[in-house]
């Protein structure tokens, strides 16, 4: 948290919203536990910056982090819309090894919204030694899902998704979104 302080100014001295946008990420993530409405006003910034400018890859390194903070501190259905960004990105690319780090947050998502079918399937597919390093709280997750839907279960979801193409998980993960998206903006 010391080193970014000034960070932000410095990159807009620059005038190059790519370094803006870079350091505007550095900053909530130096905040995010700390100060997560700090944190959150950041990461929206940047991404806004990273869209205007037409920078898609930083736009698919700030989504993520956006879609954490704000499903631990601000809107899930915000969150849905960062994660749908980014999966979309990753799958469009062809990226099939980053793409795993956003269904791993909303393999963890699904889990903390009570929706474990879904989280075990994703789960499945998202966890590698990279996304359970970028998304700690996959781990977390998968041991909450094995004990909420026990472990015959979770395995057989886990292998489900497991088994997916990237674009069959990419369909699922859409899907699963709507889904969730919809019951939280018209509950019951």
């Known amino acids: 948290m010391d080193s970014a302080d000034g960070l932000i100014e410095a990159a807009e001295a620059t005038g190059n919203p790519h370094l803006l946008a870079w350091a505007l990420g550095a900053y909530g993530q130096a905040f995010r536990d700390a100060d997560p409405v700090r944190a959150l006003h950041a990461h929206r910034r940047g991404l806004v910056i990273a869209q205007d400018s037409g920078n898609r890859a ?16 601000g809107d899930t259905v915000s969150a849905f819309d960062h994660l749908t960004l980014v999966i979309r990105n990753f799958h469009n690319a062809g990226d ?12 963890a998502l699904f889990d903390r919204l009570g929706r474990y079918e ?5 789960a499945g597919f998202a966890l590698s030694p990279f ?3 970028g998304v700690p709280e996959i781990t977390t997750a998968i041991t909450h899902l094995r004990d909420v839907l026990g472990e015959a279960t ?3 979801l886990a292998r489900k998704g497991e088994t997916m193409t990237t674009a069959a998980m990419a369909t699922y993960a859409y899907d699963q979104i709507d889904q969730a998206r919809t019951e939280l903006e018209h509950p019951g």
Do not use: C, G, K, M
């Open 118 to 122: 879904p989280a075990a399937t994703v």
């Open 131 to 133: 996304s359970a390093q």
């Open 154 to 156: 979770y395995e057989t």
């Open 96 to 107: 099939n090894t980053s793409i795993r780090v956003p269904l791993a947050i909303l393999a």
């Open 58 to 73: 930083y736009v698919s390194i700030l989504a993520p982090l956006l879609a954490r903070s704000e499903a631990e501190h």
